[in-house]
């Protein structure tokens, strides 16, 4: 891996789209040491400007040669893309961090939250997959639960934003909204059914169980960062007509009885979580407000009407930035910090 320095050169692949804009946002926010950005996306983007600290970028074109100098790559271009070019990255000497599921479930690959797994990471940084957006949100606020007191098992239902689906979702939904109020037929691209004014209990690809690609994600990711492959995990994935955020039902059975008021304070005080839940002002988590924040926001804490050892909570997180561009910046930083141990 390359030496400690003053400043590291990054490289954005897929920086056109919904995820990659916000890593440059996020790398400016986060106020990481960036030396040369390269911009990099398909042949579609070249010479187009994309905003970074005041000034623009100009997008080129990814190709074999892009990563000569990079010390951090980030990827979100799919997993095609990712499954291409990121060994070539760190053939280059990069650390690649990649938001496709293309590595995550490799065996000698870390899957990393920064909050919850970052032992994880080890002194090896080749190809470091950053988790599905719906598994991390979940993760951040199961972690301090199964510390304490050992989660057995969680059944969770999402309610997933368009946003997930890239910018193309995103002017989906918007169009469909207008034609339906305007009174005219509606197109379908990105999504199988309307998803304007409807829910569809479909993200990703069916697999031969019946579950979705999305839910098994749920299932085999949250095992693999909890570095728990007993925990029973029931998963039900749904797009819901929500631009931005992510939003989450989840019931966890635990060996311990919980108590509402400790695991309230526990989550509080537990990295990276808002705890949001009081209802009596009506104040629980919502997707609206999510967008644009960093945080995975907790609330609706309460126990199971019968049993000690179940609660039910509702988590929303905004899903282009803790559940894609947020995370992978965290991973870099976590990466520079055990370079500079
Ligand atoms: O294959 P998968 O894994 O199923 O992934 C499918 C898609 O899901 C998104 C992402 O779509 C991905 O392509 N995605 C992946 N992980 C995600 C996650 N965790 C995720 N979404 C949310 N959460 P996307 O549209 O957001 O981004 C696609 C990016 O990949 C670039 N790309 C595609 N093929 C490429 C390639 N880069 C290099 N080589 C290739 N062969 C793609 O670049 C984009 O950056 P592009 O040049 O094709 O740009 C597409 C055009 O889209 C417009 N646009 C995008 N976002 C915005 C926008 N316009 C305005 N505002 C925006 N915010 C631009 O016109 C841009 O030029
Ligand atoms: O595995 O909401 O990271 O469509 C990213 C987009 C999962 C689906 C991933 C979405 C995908 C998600």
Not at 4 to 28: C, D, F, Q, S
Request: net charge neutral.
């Amino acid at each position: 891996m390359f030496k400690k320095k003053h400043k590291y050169n990054i490289a954005v692949v897929g920086a056109t789209g919904a995820v990659g804009r916000r890593m440059l946002t996020t790398l400016e926010e986060r106020n990481f040491p960036v030396g040369q950005l390269s911009a990099l996306a398909s042949a579609r983007s070249i010479g187009k400007k994309l905003p970074f600290k005041g000034g623009t970028i100009e997008v080129k074109q990814l190709t074999e040669n892009s990563f000569v100098g990079v010390d951090f790559a980030l990827f979100s271009a799919g997993s095609s893309i990712s499954k291409k070019y990121a060994p070539i990255a760190v053939e280059s000497g990069c650390v690649a961090i990649d938001n496709s599921s293309a590595w995550r479930m490799e065996k000698d690959i870390p899957l990393i939250v920064p909050e919850v797994n970052p032992s994880a990471l080890g002194s090896k940084c080749g190809i470091i997959a950053n988790p599905n957006c719906s598994t991390i949100q979940m993760v951040v606020a199961l972690k301090p639960i199964h510390d304490q007191y050992r989660i057995r098992r969680v059944i969770v239902s999402t309610y997933q934003s368009v946003s997930g689906s890239g910018q193309k979702a995103i002017e989906e939904l918007k169009q469909q909204s207008r034609d339906i109020l305007d009174g005219k037929s509606i197109q379908k691209n990105v999504f199988p059914h309307q998803i304007a004014f409807n829910c569809l209990p479909h993200i990703d690809i069916f697999m031969e169980n019946g579950y979705t690609k999305e839910e098994m994600k749920m299932v085999d990711e949250t095992r693999k960062i909890l570095g728990d492959s007993t925990i029973e995990i029931s998963p039900t994935a749904v797009r819901v007509p929500v631009f931005y955020s992510h939003s989450e039902s989840v019931n966890v059975e635990t060996e311990l009885p919980m108590e509402v008021d400790k695991v309230q304070n526990l989550l509080s005080s537990s990295p990276g979580i808002f705890l949001v839940d009081n209802p009596e002002e009506s104040e629980y988590p919502l997707a609206v407000d999510a967008c644009g924040k960093e945080g995975v926001f907790v609330g609706r804490v309460r126990r199971d009407l019968v049993r000690t050892n179940v609660l039910n909570f509702w988590v929303v997180s905004d899903n282009l930035l803790k559940g894609a561009a947020s995370n992978a910046v965290q991973i870099a930083e976590l990466a520079l910090k055990r370079l500079e141990a």
